[in-house]
């Protein structure tokens, strides 16, 4: 795996590892026409009759419809399930199953760490943005450590060991990695940082997949009546209240009578380009949303039934830039030649900065001690190769004494162990000076930046959907990435903050429809 | 009004000439009220009476409204206008009064600029973002002369006469001025530059409240039945279509039947704190929000009624640092050191940027031969001066090689005319060499960085308001900063395009409306 630069300068200076995909246009016509029925709702005296009647309809078999079920179910309300695709999982399936969880679990506790009810909220809140939902991130906080119980309890194996460093994922199938930002300035500097990705026991990365067997296991023992190839295509209203939606299955109309909530659990919309288009366009220079059918129905549904949506235009990226872990090392300039982060960032936030750059593209800095070949999942291409820092910005067509300039600066500090410009910790820091030196190129569109979004309806800790006055639409609950929740800024996110949000306040969303009168 | 450097540092390294407001805060309880009753619309079965009856309604009295009442009366419509503050005015009486026109005025001509309709399509193509609104910007662009005419003929007068140079309004009362980044790149490579800022004959700042005030008269004089303090509070609708609304008079609910249509013209949303934390978060660290009654009202009824609102978290936002125009010779740089835009881009594209930088502040960098007083609007502080880069780099707080080393860089090739890093046009080049040197502080809380909300519902050219499958709400019209229109991006923002949006496309929802059926 590992090359040294040299090879590649005495060989050229740059060769692509960059494959080119294609943005996805097949959901485009479909979406086009989805829309057209999801974003109003039916009135009931215009249904022909109840097909199917439940006190909670559950829509989305992810993470957060499966847990809304369960905990519906086991409240006594009798729930049927919705799913569009043919079976369960959902983005979160398409996940590592890692979730963000704190406080001080046994897990953290055994690998030696101190975390605090406190260190978790407070870290939430700095991660949640300007507009951080401080209630959720107080009772998230606050419930953290019994949540991973209830995990345990459904049946989520957590083997309870410790990998250290930076990794995306484990490849093993061990327990707690560091996940975000914790360590990281200015997380360090306000809330004590511990490790918090708490990662589902499985040999490799894709642990969602895990994890949303399990919780169907669950919601089958629950009794939920579970219907897929069921696309909801509208809620249906009485009044101010919602009462039902219509679901196609079998290419007719069912009309589904809900008679204490509906809960939306139909994931965001990075796979609806004109949603994409519309809402949050800052995604539309990226190559690779995550998602399945991911394509903002729930939002539309409940935007038509007169909820909110808030923070439309936030999302989550990454490229996985940190394999090798060693490229922290590295420091990343834009197309003038500037820094613009601290590198041991987590490395979405880092990503999420990047796409703030001008330009199309940003360069990871290194030095033959740290080199080695990026994963090729990323298509990080190598730009530029040479024996000095000012040989590899002539070879980026650089003025002088601008990308050389940064990396002197920054080496400077290093040498003596501090990053006074970025903050960067020390642990990762190192001057660049072990020649021959390389630029990475880290292309927006080109390289893998994966995504998803993070707006969504506007919800109450207990899932109920808040109407544009904020008053609680009746009837109507969401939660997961149908809503704006925990994770809600992309420069903030860190690994496992959606599932902690999906799961958690699935469970509470659930509970909520289940009671509702 | 010219000072030198050197006194300030015989005196003192700082002295603050900043100012300290807070933002408003009085809406708040108001809006949170009103939010209640806008954001659902009443069913036309529930109207107790018709109070008045007319073909079209139009809300809102600036210069959308009042473009809209008058072409949908002169196109033969009975209009009724109602205005929730005493007067007409809204926001556009707060402006210049400048509005952004091209493709070869009889002013451009006169003063020797070959402007085109495809320069000025190419440049509101650019100015919009990745999601500009082609068409609007083609319709605009090709009828840019004919609305200037209109304008005319209206009784606004123009002068006729240019002012070179960068200034943000004329402080005489000449006509045409550089009002955007038309000569700025990357603007410049793409669109042949010409000015395009026409501004209403009036000596000194503030022609908008002249603009609506003739505009108001035209509206009298088509016999548009103006009811002004009457607050829009629902819209009535019919099934799908938009029927009416109800009307705050005397504190009592007046219901309109509009048998045509409804024109929602309200403005913004600059003025509803909690609506801007919701939908526009990257505004709660600016201090001075340009509005009037801009509480969004028009976007959330037109929401409640099946809208599509979009680009909600885009916003205007400039702080007048290019008085005196010299300052444009300045750089400035973030708190990492580093420069981020060219600085000869508009004000307003400029300080847009400037509130993309981490931190709370960014820094004008001056030499003595460009230094003067900033204005005291601005509220921009003097934060370090020095005989050298390097002291004032010490005076901020700065590592060494940061700051200095981005003004040699700058320096060494301003000497030899070009700036290859952020490519500023020659003639705003000039090196910071001569000493001494000072730091201007521009504090996204503590400076005047005023602002404007562009995000709203989403429309056709013809002012029909989209619903979120993209077909038009029966019945629903809008325009000016109530919808997302030519201007939608503040990055790309220019002055005179808010006013040539509501003008322009205010007459085509009159119009629409006047002939809907």
């Known amino acids: 795996m590992r090359t040294c630069i040299g090879a590649l300068l005495r060989n050229s200076w740059s060769f692509g590892m960059t494959t080119r995909e294609k943005r996805p246009e097949a959901h485009e016509r479909e979406d086009r026409v989805a829309r057209g029925t999801l974003h109003r709702p039916l009135l009931a005296e215009n249904v022909p009759a109840w097909d199917i009647e439940c006190d909670v309809a559950v829509v989305g078999f992810g993470a957060s419809g499966a847990c809304a079920a369960l905990e519906a179910a086991r409240a006594g309300a009798r729930v049927t399930l919705f799913e569009a695709g043919s079976g369960s999982g959902g983005a979160s399936a398409l996940s590592g199953g890692e979730i963000y969880i704190g406080g001080g679990t046994d897990v953290q506790k055994a690998a030696g760490f101190d975390d605090s009810v406190e260190a978790l909220a407070t870290y939430l809140k700095m991660a949640g943005g300007p507009d951080a939902d401080a209630a959720k991130c107080d009772m998230y906080a606050e419930n953290s450590l019994a949540h991973f119980e209830w995990l345990k309890a459904q049946g989520v194996p957590y083997k309870g060991t410790f990998v250290p460093g930076k990794i995306i994922e484990p490849a093993t199938d061990d327990t707690l990695i560091w996940s975000g930002s914790e360590e990281a300035w200015p997380y360090s500097a306000n809330a004590k940082p511990a490790p918090r990705g708490h990662v589902i026991q499985w040999e490799g990365w894709g642990g969602g997949r895990k994890l949303v067997d399990i919780l169907e296991a669950r919601v089958r023992d629950a009794g939920v009546d579970v219907r897929v190839d069921a696309k909801a295509q509208s809620l249906i209203v009485e009044g101010e209240r919602v009462v039902g939606l219509v679901v196609r299955i079998d290419n007719r109309p069912v009309h589904v009578r809900a008679h204490r909530g509906v809960v939306l659990a139909t994931g965001g919309f990075a796979m609806n380009e004109d949603m994409l288009r519309r809402y949050a366009p800052g995604t539309m220079k990226l190559s690779d949303p995550i998602g399945e059918n991911d394509n903002g129905s729930g939002i539309l549904m409940g935007i038509g039934a007169g909820g909110d949506a808030i923070h439309m235009d936030e999302f989550f990226t990454t490229c996985p830039w940190i394999m090798p872990p060693d490229f922290v090392k590295g420091i990343f300039v834009n197309e003038a030649g500037n820094r613009f982060i601290n590198e041991d960032c987590y490395h979405g936030r880092v990503s999420r900065t990047m796409v703030d750059q001008p330009g199309d593209k940003v360069w990871l800095l290194v030095d033959n001690s740290i080199f080695s070949q990026p994963i090729e999942l990323a298509r990080i291409s190598i730009a ?18 601008t990308l050389a300039a940064t990396v002197h ?13 970025f903050r960067k910790h020390p642990q990762w820091l190192k001057p660049l000076t072990e020649g021959p030196f390389a630029a990475l190129e880290l292309n927006f569109r080109e390289s893998y930046f994966s995504f998803f979004t993070l707006g969504g ?32 800024s992309g420069h903030g996110y860190s690994s496992g903050m959606s599932l902690a949000d999906c799961t958690f306040f699935g469970r509470q969303a659930g509970r909520s429809a289940a009671s509702a009168n």
């Not at 600066?409 to 410009?421: C, I, K, L, S």
């Not at 800790?461 to 994770?487: I, N």
């Open 457 to 488: 309806l506007s919800t109450l800790p207990t899932g109920h959907v808040l109407d544009r006055g904020g008053e609680p639409v009746p009837g109507l609950f969401a939660a997961g990435r149908a809503t704006s929740g925990l994770p809600r």
């Open 384 to 401: 530029a190769v040479g024996d000095t820092w000012e040989e590899v910005e002539r070879e980026l067509g650089l003025p002088e004494a």
């Open 409 to 421: 600066t920054f080496n400077r500090y290093a040498a003596e162990g501090h990053d006074p410009v």
